[in-house]
């Protein structure tokens, strides 16, 4: 035994050590207690809610595009043409509106958030990203959250066209915050180092929004 080993090196302490440094058992999954699907103070809906300020713009889709700026190795400007041709996939996941609404097994196809961060190569200062959207609607949330696996940016549900009303050609959606973070007819994302508040952020809710901790307001 070397001098420098600790009497409380236990073979456990040993193991959970390398756990911790090899990041075993992480799944890279936001975690979501499996018994407590339903977040705390909601209620399961089955039709889908349209809400948002009201302005639902009409974007043909020769003249939409995804604008990613900020704090990336390539700022990048997509065409429809050009946003169809990257990797396509699908997610299948719950809403959790922070009006009160769920709505279980939405499935999204599209494009990851991880598949445009490969593309656009955020800089090891950008820790936030700010979403803007066609109607002027704006919100913000950690880079990691906008980075979970289950985050998309749908261009389709249940198999059709993500209607308009529903943010369509493009939303995106993160699945683990409350819904008003997953912007609807989605133009620019902007990576940013500090925090900045959206549009209901500055309006009284929550900068994060974690459904199960019920961060539904602003601690202020
Ligand atoms: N562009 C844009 N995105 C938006 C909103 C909005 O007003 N404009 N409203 C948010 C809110 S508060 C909610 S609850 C969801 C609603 O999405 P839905 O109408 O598809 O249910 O969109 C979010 N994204
Ligand atoms: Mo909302």
């Known amino acids: 035994m070397s001098d420098d080993s600790e009497p409380t090196d236990s073979k456990l302490t040993l193991s ?3 756990w911790a440094a090899e990041g075993k058992f992480l799944t890279g999954r936001i975690s979501r207690p499996e ?3 339903l977040p705390p103070g909601q209620h399961l809906v089955k039709n889908w809610p349209v809400l948002d300020l009201g302005q639902q713009p009409v974007i043909a889709l020769e003249s939409w595009r995804l604008e990613v700026r900020g ?3 390539h700022p990048l400007d997509l065409s429809w043409a050009v946003f169809q041709s990257l ?19 939405n499935t999204w196809e599209g494009v990851s958030t991880r598949e445009l961060l490969d593309h656009a190569m955020p800089k090891s ?34 198999g059709m066209p993500l ?9 995106l959606v993160v699945p683990h915050l409350y819904f008003w973070k997953s912007a609807k007819w989605l133009h620019r994302i902007e990576f940013l ?24 307001y602003s601690e202020e």
């Open 16 to 18: 959970k050590r390398r």
């Open 35 to 37: 018994t407590e699907r």
């Open 71 to 73: 704090l990336v190795d």
């Open 87 to 105: 990797d396509h996939t699908s997610r299948l996941t719950d809403i959790h509106c922070v009006t009160t609404w769920s709505r279980y097994d």
């Open 125 to 158: 200062e950008a820790n936030y990203v700010m979403l803007t959207s066609y109607d002027g609607y704006t919100t913000n949330l950690p880079l990691a959250d906008f980075a979970a696996e289950d985050a998309i940016l749908a261009t389709r549900w249940e």
């Open 163 to 171: 209607s308009r009303d529903h943010g369509g050609p493009m939303r």
């Open 193 to 216: 180092t500090a925090d900045k508040a959206g549009f209901w952020e500055k309006n009284g809710y929550h900068m994060y929004g974690d459904p199960w901790r019920e961060q539904r």
